[in-house]
Every structure is written in C-alpha cells, then in structure tokens.
C-alpha cells in the first residue's frame, strides 16, 4: 500500500515524465553526488550547475550562473489563487484555481523529460518545534536540490512526521525551459501547494522559503493566530551579559541580513543571530511573543558584503567543515579560482570574468556580479549563530523594528505609542526599491511590514490580523520604525550603518528597560540626541539633526500617497488604521 505522498509523487511523475526519481536523505554524502552531477552532467545552457572555486580560501564552495533572465523574484508572475479574489487583494496577482492547475498541468506535462525528479523532503522549523511543518518539494534541477539542503532541515525525519496523512505542504517546482514567458509561480492555499515552473531562482524556486514560509504560512497564521514574518531574529547582548531579543521587518536587500549579524561598534555589546529573512511568530503561555526561524540557511547579497561591512559573514563564508557553500551570478577571478563581487575588499582583480562567464569590460560601466547576485550557506557556519537557534518554542521577542530604504523623510528611529500606532507604523512603511525584484530601481513603493510581495491574503485583512495579535498580548513587544538611508543635501548617506546602527539598538533596548525618556514628535517618540551614544563618531550637529527632522511640509505629498495607497483596501480596511491616519495629518497640521 502506497502512501498517500508516495502516490502524490508518482502523480506528478506521470505528468512530468522524468527518467529517475530521486529521494533525497540530506546526508552529507548525497550533497557531495548532487554537486558532482551539477558540475559533471547537469547544465544551464553552455555552463554546468556548479564549478568548484578555490577550496583553500573558499572551502566547500561553488560558483553557479543562473540562466541571464531568471536572476531575481518576478513578482508579476507570482499568483496567489484563493477560490475568492477579494481574499487574494490587490496585493496579489490572482487566478481562479481551476484555471491556475489547467495552465500549470500544460506547462508541466512532460517538463521532467531526460532529466531526474529529485523528491526533497524537509521541514520548515525544528522537527520537534510545536510550530514546524513538514514539506515535501520536487524538483529537476541539482541546484535547487542543494540550496534546499542549506536552507532547510531536509531529512527523513520529514517523511517520518507526515506518515500517512495527506496533509503536509507540496511544493513542485521544474526550471523548465527557462522561458520567461511561461514562468509562473502560483500559490494554492487552501491546499498547502506551491507550483512553480520556468525559473531556478532563489524565492521561485525554493518553494519552503518565500512561497510557503510566507505567502502560505501568512494564510495558515491567519487562521490559527499567529504571524509569518519578513522579519530578521537577533539576540542583542549588553555589558552586562543580559540578552533581549527583537525581530525586524525590512524590504528585500533593505539590510536585514546585516543587521542578523552586526558587528557591534560600542564595545559590551553582541549581536546573536536567530534569523535573517523570516519569522515565524507565535503568543506565548506568558502573554509575550515567541519568534522561531523556519530556515537553517543564509540566502545573501553578495555585493556589498566586505570584512568592513559584514565581517562575520565573510567569516561564515570562509568556515571550513561544513558542506556547502553556494554563489550565484557573483563574478570569477580565473587567475585565483575566487569569487568577487562589488565592494569586497581590496582592489579590484585584473582580467574578471563577468556574472554571465564572459570578460569583464570596465569601460562599459556594468557591473561584474550581478547587483543581486547571493550567496547560500548555512546559518550554522555562523560565528554569531544564537545558543537560541534550535530552542523549539523560539525566543521572546522585547521589540519589533520596521524598516525601509528612504533617503528622505523617515526619521532614524522612531518609537510607536502604543501598539496600533506601531501597526499603523508598519502599515505606511514605504521603501525606494532594489535589485531584488525584477522592476526598476529607486522608486518609492509602500510596503507594508515588508511584506507587500509576501502576503498570501487580502492585506487589508493582514492589518486587522496585526490589529488582533495585539490584543491578544498581555506583554506585546514595543514597535519601533528604522531608516539607515537619509541623505545629505549632497545625497550621501547621514548616517555609517552597519556595526554602527548597534547605537540605535542600544537606545531601542534602553527604552525597552524604561532606562531613558525621548522627545515626542508628530510620527511618535525619537531620542534626546544625549540618550544616543555618539562616543567616537563624527557627525556635526546640524546633520544629526537632520536624522531626526520631521517638517510637516515635506509631509503633504507623503499623507496623499499613503492615502491613496489605503484606498485600494477599501471594504477591508480596518477603522483603527483609518483613524490613525486622521490623527498623523492632524499632528502634522495638513
Ligand atoms: P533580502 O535577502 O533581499 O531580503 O535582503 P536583506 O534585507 O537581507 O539585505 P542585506 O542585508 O543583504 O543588504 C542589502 C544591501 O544593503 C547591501 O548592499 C548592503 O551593503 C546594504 N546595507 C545593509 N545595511 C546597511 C546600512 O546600515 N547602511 C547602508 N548605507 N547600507 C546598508
Ligand atoms: C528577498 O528577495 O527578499 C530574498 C531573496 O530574501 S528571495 O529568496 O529571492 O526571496
Ligand atoms: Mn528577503
């Protein structure tokens, strides 16, 4: 007698017509016949999967080049597909299911010919966390195979847990042929089922990440009480030896995976790091939030990431004794066999070889690694990885950060009131886009709670769902809006960044233990410069103020488009968030 997974599988092997199907244990010996056949057998147009780089400076590492137009998510080929639209939103691309499956049953018939369906089974979370779900994700690619070794606990363990229950989370995924054009990413909720064809790329591909953990996880918290976040989980140590955790929402490539693992500048302090891209949120027995990391993996940007800005990951990186590390669309250095990207220390290699496996032209002002090209490796290799990690129950969380990339406008850090004005916070968060979606850069977009891609439901129902988790807190976590991106008149950055933001979070922490007071202006409360420790930088006086301005001028244009914005929720906007959009005009008197 087959199981109910074991039929599931053999049912998409009739449509997809593999030659083998290959049941992956996650063992570390399998990783090594996966890489092998990437960098032997498999290929993506002219390139194999994987080719090995310098193993003395880069140990267990890999360089892949994806096919040149699948580099990012396409987030205007994503569906969510509820049986109701209006539970889809505006915030999501929607198709009837029925009609979803018919397209998806087209593309994917015989997709697999000549090539092997490996069947991954994981779990998203601890295996013995009360909040883990087990997944089972098919997929033609070693690439993906791989990844998903990195990211997530992929073991039989998974098998074991769904036994013979038809209820676990499927995930079926083929690369295709790689043409944009019959790319989809499509959501089925209701069925715990993530389809996805026509691209091997990070959040299309790794079905457990942003397809599940989010889109369908949002769907499922909704329903049982809880949160799927788009949120980082640190630990933040003070001189005392004391941890409180806190977790931050942040758009994609906003500094989320920095912040994880913060090198801090003020001496006393450490970061410990839970997670770097989702949280999963549960209200514990004692009326405070838990926060659990679902992933085991780092997904980064590569570029940007030096011993200046991110030591520790560049430590992570290196770790030896753990297996393996990936890079995707970075540039290559012939002459070393070593990855580069830009702002990596030292200087620039002579004769690069560029993120598509072609010679680097300087002149042509392009860049050599992708802008969003990324690394994979596991979180374990992490010298700031939390004793925390595995706890089953997660850790609980003092504060929440929401954050955007805003060069103008947006305090460095503000304080909510309370917790429907944090919620209200989270809801106007806006940030001026990256390469981590296809669409242009620099614009302003509304993104709330950082999750506007990632939300697998109707948003105006999400900002009722934060409304009641609220009030279901006897001891709810302080919110708190961040910005690291104001700039000067001259458009340079105000404000270090990276280890240098741990000032902010000392002040967050300090409000959190009711240390110091702040001043209140009409976006909520903000420090007395003397309550933010300053010691060793050098910005003049007249700068810092301009961190902190808020001049309800530049207001006007901001309120209208934040109007606007929760306009299209109508019909399933709740009134709090109306009600303090009322009260943020009349502080600003506009
Ligand atoms: P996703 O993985 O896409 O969700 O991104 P992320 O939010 O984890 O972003 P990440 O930490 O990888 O940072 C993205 C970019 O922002 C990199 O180029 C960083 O160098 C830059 N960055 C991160 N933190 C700061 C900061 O404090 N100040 C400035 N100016 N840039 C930063
Ligand atoms: C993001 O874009 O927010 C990422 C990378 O973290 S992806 O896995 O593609 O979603
Ligand atoms: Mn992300």
Same mark, same amino acid.
């Given at each position: 007698m087959s199981t109910p997974l074991q039929k599931w599988v053999e049912e998409q092997a009739k449509l997809t017509q593999p030659d083998n199907i290959y049941w992956c244990d996650g063992s570390e010996e399998e990783a090594r016949k996966l890489i092998d056949i990437g960098s032997k057998k498999e290929r993506i147009g002219e390139h194999f999967i994987f080719q090995a780089l310098n193993q003395d400076k880069w140990p267990n590492a890999y360089l892949h080049r994806s096919h040149p137009t699948d580099v990012a998510r396409t987030e205007h080929l994503t569906f969510v597909c509820h049986n109701n639209k209006n539970n889809s939103g505006p915030n999501n691309n929607w198709m009837q299911p029925d009609e979803a499956k018919k397209l998806m049953m087209k593309l994917s018939a015989g997709c697999m010919k000549g090539k092997t369906m490996y069947v991954l089974p994981y779990t998203m979370g601890h295996p013995d966390s009360p909040y883990s779900k087990a997944c089972v994700q098919l997929t033609d690619v070693s690439y993906v195979a791989v990844s998903m070794r990195i990211m997530t606990r992929m073991s039989k363990k998974a098998i074991d847990k769904i036994g013979e229950s038809a209820d676990f989370v499927k995930g079926i995924h083929s690369v295709g042929d790689f043409d944009p054009e019959k790319r989809y990413i499509m959501h089925f909720p209701d069925e715990h089922l993530v389809w996805s064809i026509g691209s091997g790329y990070g959040g299309n591909a790794?079905?457990? +990440? +942003?397809?599940?953990?989010l889109r369908i996880a949002s769907w499922l918290g909704l329903q049982e009480g809880w949160l799927a976040e788009h949120m980082v989980i640190l630990g933040i140590q003070d001189p005392k030896g004391k941890i409180n955790y806190i977790t931050a929402a942040m758009p994609s490539a906003c500094g989320k995976t920095n912040l994880a693992m913060l090198e801090s500048a003020l001496p006393g302090y450490k970061i410990w790091t839970i997670g770097d891209d989702i949280a999963w949120l549960n209200i514990g027995p004692d009326g405070r939030l838990y926060a659990i990391n679902p992933e085991t993996g780092l997904f980064g940007v590569a570029p940007g990431t030096s011993l200046k800005t991110n030591p520790n990951m560049l430590h992570t990186l290196k770790k030896k004794d753990f297996y393996p590390t990936l890079f995707t669309n970075t540039a290559f250095n012939p002459e070393t066999n070593e990855p580069w990207w830009e702002g990596l220390d030292g200087p620039i290699p002579q004769n690069l070889i560029d993120w598509q496996g072609k010679p680097w032209n300087t002149q042509q002002g392009t860049k050599a690694a992708h802008p969003n090209s990324r690394f994979t490796v596991s979180i374990y290799n992490s010298p700031t990885l939390s004793k925390e990690f595995d706890n089953p129950i997660g850790v609980p969380i003092s504060a929440i950060i929401l954050g955007g990339k805003r060069t103008q406008l947006i305090p460095l850090v503000t304080e909510a009131l309370n917790w429907q004005h944090g919620v209200f916070m989270g809801v106007r968060n806006g940030s001026e886009t990256t390469a981590a979606a296809i669409h242009k850069e620099g614009i302003l977009r509304r993104d709330p709670m950082a999750m506007l891609p990632f939300c697998g439901y109707n948003m105006g129902d999400y900002f009722q769902h934060w409304l009641n988790m609220g009030k279901r807190m006897k001891h709810p976590p302080k919110i708190y809006s961040v910005n690291w991106f104001r700039v000067d008149d001259e458009g340079k950055f105000i404000w270090p960044g990276f280890g240098e933001n741990i000032r902010v979070l000392k002040w967050i922490l300090d409000r959190v233990n009711n240390k110091v007071g702040a001043r209140e202006t009409p976006l909520g409360l903000v420090p007395e410069l003397k309550d933010l420790d300053l010691k060793g930088l050098d910005i003049p006086l007249a700068k810092l103020e301009k961190l902190f301005q808020v001049n309800p001028l530049d207001w006007k244009e901001e309120l209208q488009d934040i109007k606007k914005f929760l306009a299209k929720f109508e019909g399933n906007l709740p009134q709090e968030i109306l009600t303090e959009y009322e009260s943020l005009s009349a502080k600003l008197k506009i």
């Open positions: 790794l079905l457990g +990440k +942003k397809c599940f953990s």
